[in-house]
């Protein structure tokens, strides 16, 4: 139910690091992503199984401007490493590479089945109207213009086996 998943998100919310930084009031200091799985029998029908995952990422992080140090520092290195590594996959992938990197991260690894084959993505980039912030800004929107590259194969009914 609808219930249901917005239960998980904010169980998700709860779960989720937060800092204040020079930057940002509440900056996230780890991604997020909540999967809602669905499986629908049709009388008489084969069963259908869909999956969507719903992901905040967070933003890569200037530790210049952001003014971090320990641990704040590990936290903002590692989301830049996963990015880093998610921005290789999207490139492996525009460029139809014949080995896409997704075992350089536990990021790309979660997200696989959904960054290729039979599967559809969507992406939104939040970003700052703040002059200051201009930098970030054109390197979110440099992100999603690779990411909008991406060639993506036809979306499928995945039917579970031994459904008639």
Known sequence: TVEAVMKCIADASKNRATSSTDMNSESSRSHSIVTVRT????????????????IDLAGSENTNKSGVTGQGMKEAQNINKSLSALGDVIQALVKKDPHTPYRNS???????????????????????????????????????????????????????????
Not at 39 to 54: F, P
Not at 109 to 123: A, E, R, V, Y
């Open 39 to 54: 499986q629908c029998t049709l009388r008489g029908s084969s069963t259908y199984v869909g999956k969507i995952h719903l």
């Open 106 to 164: 536990k990021l790309t690894m979660m997200l696989k089945d959904s960054l290729g084959g039979d599967s559809k993505t969507l992406m939104i980039v939040c970003s700052s109207p703040a002059q200051t912030n201009v930098t970030e800004t054109l390197s979110s929107l440099n992100f999603a213009s690779r990411a909008r590259n991406v060639e993506l194969g036809k979306a499928k009914k995945n039917s579970v086996a031994g459904s008639p």
